[in-house]
């Protein structure tokens, strides 16, 4: 069965880099049918896809955050990464991965998502 | 950038029909997907593709698109159908982008 699990800091200061990553179980990252992806949900409001990215490193990102967004690959680990760079309290959020299929384009595993504070 | 409509909130007694919206320009050409997120869990998807089901969603939730509005019916409303469901598409236009709806909290009367 399909695992994913975010691993990273639970909290970040204000202008750093946040730095999360996604571990996957059970199935291969390098699987051609599936993008691999990020959505997050700040306290108490509603999903924002991030951003997707493909074995081979290709990305799609979202535009509201290209400017400080980078996403990676490992395909030797099995994970993927995100990093947000100068980060405010508006990017305090549950942050979650997740497996899209490539045809039907959904996300159709996720992560259990890790809360990720930005304070001081 | 391409931006969906959910009404905040809908309620519905149980046993009842429970109908809750998307709206999007011409949402009718996109594949439209559904999530369904409980408190403190991971969202899930309920029907994706307009109307497709995934293995272990009960009959019950079905959906439609058609012209600006998408809609995802659950049927026969349990206590355990509560929950904030999501309408998600992805935005072609310019790239590969995913846009999702702001939610809307289901209650079960």
């Known amino acids: 069965q399909l695992q994913l699990q975010e691993s990273g800091p639970g909290l970040v200061k204000p202008s750093e880099t946040l730095s999360l990553t996604c571990t996957v179980s059970?199935?291969?990252?390098?699987?051609?049918?599936?993008?691999w992806g990020w959505v997050r949900q700040p306290p108490g409001k509603g999903l924002e896809w991030i951003g997707s990215?493909?074995?081979?490193?290709?990305?799609y990102l979202n535009p509201s955050l290209k400017s400080r967004l980078a996403m990676s690959v490992d395909t030797s680990r099995n994970q993927f990464s995100l990093s947000l760079s100068s980060v405010t309290a508006a990017d305090t959020a549950v942050y979650y991965c997740?497996?899209?299929?490539?045809?039907?384009?959904?996300?159709?595993?996720w992560g259990q998502g890790t809360l990720v504070t930005v304070s001081s | 950038s391409y931006v969906l409509t959910q009404r905040p909130s809908v309620s519905v007694a149980p046993g009842q029909t429970a109908r809750i919206t998307c709206g999007g320009d011409n949402i009718g050409y996109k594949n439209v997907h559904w999530y369904q997120q409980k408190p403190g869990q991971a969202p899930v998807v309920v029907v994706y593709?307009?109307?497709g089901r995934p293995s272990g969603i009960p009959e019950r939730f079905s959906g439609s698109n058609s012209g600006n509005t998408a809609t995802l019916t659950i049927s026969r409303v349990e206590a355990g159908d509560e929950a904030d469901y999501y309408c998600?598409?992805?935005?072609?236009?310019?790239?590969?982008?995913?846009?999702f709806g702001g939610g809307t909290k289901l209650t079960v009367l």
């Open positions: 059970g199935g291969s990252i390098s699987n051609n049918n599936y993008y």
């Open positions: 997740a497996r899209e299929v490539i045809t039907t384009d959904y996300f159709d595993s």
């Open positions: 593709d307009d109307i």
């Open positions: 998600q598409v992805w935005d072609g236009s310019g790239d590969h982008q995913g846009v």
């Open positions: 990215i493909y074995y081979s490193g290709r990305t």
